[in-house]
Nanobody, 113 residues
Framework: QIQLVESGGGLVQPGGSLRLSCVAS????????MAWYRQAPGKQRELVASITRTLSPNYAPSVRGRFTVSRDNAKRMVDLQMDNLRPEDTAVYYCHADQTGIWGQGAQVTVSS
């Protein structure tokens, strides 16, 4: 069973950018969809973006046009570029391998002035 490790979280001012990376310990080529979720304090975990193994992306309406998900099967990586960040984007972001039950440990993103 592969493991997923996220990196790249941090504190950023509103309007700023961050890039999250998720690296898998093994191949992700056979995993149909890789996804990024987030969970804010007191809220349910929600889907932010996903990308299929054929590189077809999908975004939550709240982040469409601001976030970009990418995937490199050879490097076993899934990235989330987050631009024009807003305070409401503050959450712990999780990488997830769809239909496997595998989650990363999470990366904190805080958007605040």
């Amino acid at each position: 069973q592969i493991q997923l490790v996220e990196s790249g979280g941090g504190l950023v001012q509103p309007g700023g950018s961050l890039r999250l990376s998720c690296v898998a310990s093994g191949s992700i080529s056979s995993i149909y969809r890789m996804a990024w979720y987030r969970q804010a304090p007191g809220k349910q975990r929600e889907l932010v973006a996903s990308i299929t193994r054929t590189l077809s992306p999908n975004y939550a309406p709240s982040v469409r046009g601001r976030f970009t998900v990418s995937r490199d099967n050879a490097k076993r990586m899934v990235d989330l570029q987050m631009d024009n960040l807003r305070p409401e984007d503050t959450a712990v972001y999780y990488c997830h391998a769809d239909q496997t039950g595998i989650w990363g440990q999470g990366a904190q993103v805080t958007v605040s002035s």
